[in-house]
């Protein structure tokens, strides 16, 4: 089923967003979303056809636009709503025929030739904050994208850069986006990312995903986003920041639970 943009809001169940950081192969996507469904129920699969911001130009960056599409289309099939990024302007349209939502790297977010490819499709756009980017600042992307006259805009934070090869997260900047008017998304995973960190790669630090995700959904996000691999240490992508496959039911159960608190008490205030 697809996702609609309503699904996001203050009195919505929470959203999970999950997946491999990259496609692998068919069989592991297909592998990776039934899996993902029997440990939490509905959500939405997220798969990139590209990566095109590794670190080493070396880096296995995934199957491709034409082949990663007619991949994920194939997960579509089977039911499941579906959110892949977009690097170039050109690569919108072909994307939209497949994804519920396009997503727009941190790196791209400034972006403006894609904000308003990604707006003009009419699917919801999530952007990723860029690691530079203000939580004050980033409303700006938003309205890019909603001057297409496509208001479906979820605006995602993931880390701000904290020297080098750091990323810390200020728990503040979720509201002071949510102020803005738009639903915000928690990125669990590459919040605890090391860019860089690893000489030709980036490193990660996991043992954190559950307690930023778990301080994030206290704060009221809307969604959260978590990169899952059944073996992360063989991950050809961001292994190092991924949740295991065998930690997300009990990962997912402790931040339905904290929502379902946030959302009793803030129904409560607002009687």
Request: with cysteine; proline share 6%.
């Amino acid at each position: 089923m697809p996702i609609e943009f309503n699904a996001f809001g203050r009195t919505k169940p929470l959203v999970l967003i999950a997946g491999p950081c990259v496609i692998e192969s068919e069989e592991h996507v297909h592998y990776m979303a039934q899996a993902i469904r029997r440990a939490v129920g509905e959500f939405v699969f997220k798969a990139s056809f590209d990566k095109a911001n590794r670190t080493s130009g070396d880096a296995y960056r995934g199957p491709g636009l034409r082949e990663g599409l007619r991949i994920l289309a194939g997960v579509k099939a089977e039911g499941f709503p579906i959110l892949t990024d977009i690097h170039e302007p050109a690569q919108a349209e072909p994307a939209a025929e497949v994804a519920d939502i396009l997503q727009i790297p941190a790196f791209l977010c400034r972006q403006t030739d894609l904000l308003l490819a990604a707006g003009r499709t009419g699917r919801i756009v999530n952007i990723k904050k860029g690691q530079f980017v203000a939580p004050h600042d980033i409303h700006r992307a938003a309205e890019k994208v909603a001057s297409t006259g496509n208001p479906q805009v979820l605006l995602t934070e993931r880390g701000s850069s904290f020297g080098y090869n750091n990323l810390v997260v200020d728990m503040r900047g979720l509201q002071i986006m949510r102020d803005a008017g738009w639903p915000v998304v928690f990125d669990a995973t590459h919040s605890v990312q090391l860019p860089g960190g690893a000489g030709a790669a980036s490193g990660g630090q996991p043992q954190f995903i559950g307690p930023l995700a778990r301080a994030a959904v206290a704060a009221g996000v809307d969604g959260v986003f978590v990169e899952v691999h059944d073996r992360p240490e063989r991950a050809l992508s961001d292994g190092p920041n991924a949740l295991r496959l065998e930690l997300l039911g009990d990962f997912w159960r402790s931040l339905t639970a904290i929502d379902a608190v946030v959302k009793a008490g803030a129904g409560s205030t607002a009687s």
